[in-house]
């Protein structure tokens, strides 16, 4: 971890609501300055669990039909497969929203296109062209947007997306989403967002609870590599945000919770 905020709750259920609450406010701000938001969401208990949390609160001051919606990462199986990140991204909160469809942008499924490259390039592609249309390109000349939030959750051994300890995939440095075939947490084909394209948002908000990632978030504070500690090598260009349970932060060096 570099420059980074910590910000410690008591447990999963308040860092979902805490984070849920800040999430809205920042899509307000998006908007008031830039007439539109962008997104990008996280599969796994916690963000979901964070996307519920928005369902509860009160969103007048939103305008759903202008944010535009992306994915970090997705597992390659079919559109209606449980598995599938956009599913449980619907069922939990996007389907009620009044979102514009054309600003829903999904990872092409398994019974969409034939291999996770094909995914991978057309979403690189979606990627890029909205990146122009909008004119908001981070400075690096990433061909992505400058995402407005980047949520991502992080497994126990310290992955996110589907950008896993060791794996070719964390160390590219030009491409901006690849297919993942030997992922070692099932299923095994994903496709995923990169690091230069995950570090284009302008805010990247990592979301973890749960003592069995004590582990993984005290090697990233402590400067790991991205290559082993994928956590690690992320940071937005604005602001990076460690969202932390108590039990999550139980081997940070200091931890403090922010709801005392
Ligand atoms: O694609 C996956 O297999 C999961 O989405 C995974 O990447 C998840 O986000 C993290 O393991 C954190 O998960 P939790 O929030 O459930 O701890």
Redesign the pocket.
Same mark, same amino acid.
């Given at each position: 971890m570099t420059e980074h905020d910590v910000v410690i709750l008591a447990d999963p259920r308040g860092l979902a609501g805490h984070v849920a609450e800040r999430l809205v406010a920042e899509i307000a701000t998006a908007q008031a300055a830039r007439g539109t938001a962008s997104v990008v969401l996280? #599969?796994? &208990?916690?963000?979901t669990r964070t996307l519920t949390a928005v369902g509860d609160l009160d969103t007048s001051g939103i305008d759903w039909s202008r944010v535009d919606v992306w994915w970090g990462?997705e597992?390659f199986v079919a559109a209606d497969d449980a598995e599938r990140?956009e599913r449980a991204a619907r069922a939990a909160l996007l389907d009620g929203l009044g979102l514009d469809p054309a600003r829903v942008h999904a990872i092409p499924a398994a019974d969409a296109v034939a291999t996770a490259e094909d995914a991978a390039e057309r979403y690189a592609a979606e990627l890029a062209t909205s990146s122009e249309t909008t004119g908001s390109r981070p400075a690096d000349g990433t061909a992505v947007p400058a995402f407005d939030v980047l949520l991502l #959750?992080? &497994?126990p051994d310290a992955?996110v997306?589907?950008l896993f300890p060791e794996l070719d995939a964390v160390q590219e440095g030009r491409r901006t989403v690849l297919a993942v075939h030997d992922a070692p947490?099932p299923p095994p084909h994903?496709v995923t967002l990169t690091l230069p394209a995950i570090n284009a948002a302008r805010q990247v908000w990592l979301?973890?609870?749960?003592a069995d990632?004590a582990g993984a978030v005290a090697l990233a504070a402590n400067g790991a590599a991205a290559q082993q500690v994928p956590a690690a090598g992320v940071q937005g260009t604005e602001r990076t945000v460690w969202f932390l349970d108590t039990a999550a932060a139980a081997r940070l060096p200091r931890p403090r919770r922010d709801d005392e």
């Open positions: 996280t #599969g796994g &208990g916690m963000g990462d597992r990140n #959750g992080v &497994g992955h997306a589907s947490k994903r979301v973890v609870a749960g990632k």
